[in-house]
T-cell receptor, first 112, second 114 residues
Framework: EAGVTQFPSHSVIEKGQTVTLRCDPISGHDNLYWYRRVMGKEIKFLLHFVKESKQDESGMPNNRFLAERTGGTYSTLKVQPAELEDSGVYFC??????????FGEGSWLTVV | KQEVTQIPAALSVPEGENLVLNCSFTDSAIYNLQWFRQDPGKGLTSLLLIQSSQREQTSGRLNASLDKSSGRSTLYIAASQPGDSATYLCAVRPGSTSGSRLTFGEGTQLTVNP
C-alpha cells in the first residue's frame, strides 16, 4: 500500500514567486493534514481537511497560504507570494478517524 | 495552550545501551500521544501510539509509557543500535475527538555510536 506522497520533494524559489505543493494521502483516508517545520522550530499544524471540507484552518499563518483538496482526494498548498520566512519543510499527513497519523516525506521549500 | 517539551534535546550513547527519552505536556486533557522518528532529510515514521486510557505500548525494542495525570511520556529503547540514530518526536492530540491538530515537541536527536 502506498504511503502519503508529496511533490515536489525540494523546491528553491525567489521571494515573491508562487509555489504549489501537492499531497496524495493514503487511499481511503478521509483526514488530510498539513504541517510545517521552519528552521529551529517545532513542527506546527497548518490545517485539516475531512474529505474536501476544511475542518480546521486555524494554523494557517496568513492569507498568502491557500490549501485545497479536490474531490476529497489529493490536496495542494499554494504559497503566493512567497516570503523568506516561508522556508522550511511542509509535511502532509493522513489518517482514518482518530487513529495513527501517517506522514509523508515532506516538501523542502527554500525561498531566496 | 498545549506545550510539549522533550528532554534531552540531544543524546549520544554507545551501541548496546538502554536509553530513555522524555516527553512532557502541559495540558493533560489529551486523546492520545504518538511517538515518531525522523531520519535526516526524511519524513516522520510513526513508532507507537498510546491512547489516553492506556499506560504503555510496546513494539520490538521500543516501549512507550504514558502518565496522563502528570503530563509525561517516556520512550524506552532497549539494546540501542546505530540504526536507531535519528530524531525522535512526541506529539499529543487534544482530548476532544474533534480535535485534529497534533502538538509536537522539538525532538530529541539521538546518536548511537558503534
Amino acid at each position: 500500500e502506498a504511503g502519503v506522497t508529496q511533490f515536489p520533494s525540494h523546491s528553491v524559489i525567489e521571494k515573491g514567486q508562487t509555489v504549489t505543493l501537492r499531497c496524495d494521502p493514503i487511499s481511503g483516508h478521509d483526514n488530510l493534514y498539513w504541517y510545517r517545520r521552519v528552521m529551529g522550530k517545532e513542527i506546527k499544524f497548518l490545517l485539516h481537511f475531512v474529505k474536501e471540507s476544511k475542518q480546521d484552518e486555524s494554523g494557517m499563518p496568513n492569507n498568502r497560504f491557500l490549501a485545497e483538496r479536490t474531490g476529497g482526494t489529493y490536496s495542494t498548498l499554494k504559497v503566493q507570494p512567497a516570503e523568506l520566512e516561508d522556508s522550511g519543510v511542509y509535511f502532509c499527513a493522513s489518517s482514518q478517524g482518530v487513529l495513527t497519523i501517517y506522514f509523508g516525506e515532506g516538501s523542502w521549500l527554500t525561498v531566496v | 495552550k498545549q506545550e510539549v517539551t522533550q528532554i534531552p534535546a540531544a543524546l549520544s550513547v554507545p551501541e548496546g545501551e538502554n536509553l530513555v527519552l522524555n516527553c512532557s505536556f502541559t495540558d493533560s486533557a489529551i486523546y492520545n500521544l504518538q511517538w515518531f522518528r525522523q531520519d535526516p532529510g526524511k519524513g516522520l515514521t510513526s513508532l507507537l501510539l498510546i491512547q489516553s486510557s492506556q499506560r504503555e505500548q510496546t513494539s520490538g525494542r521500543l516501549n512507550a509509557s504514558l502518565d496522563k495525570s502528570s503530563g509525561r511520556s517516556t520512550l524506552y529503547i532497549a539494546a540501542s543500535q546505530p540504526g536507531d540514530s535519528a530524531t525522535y518526536l512526541c506529539a499529543v492530540r487534544p482530548g476532544s475527538t474533534s480535535g485534529s491538530r497534533l502538538t509536537f515537541g522539538e525532538g530529541t536527536q539521538l546518536t548511537v555510536n558503534p
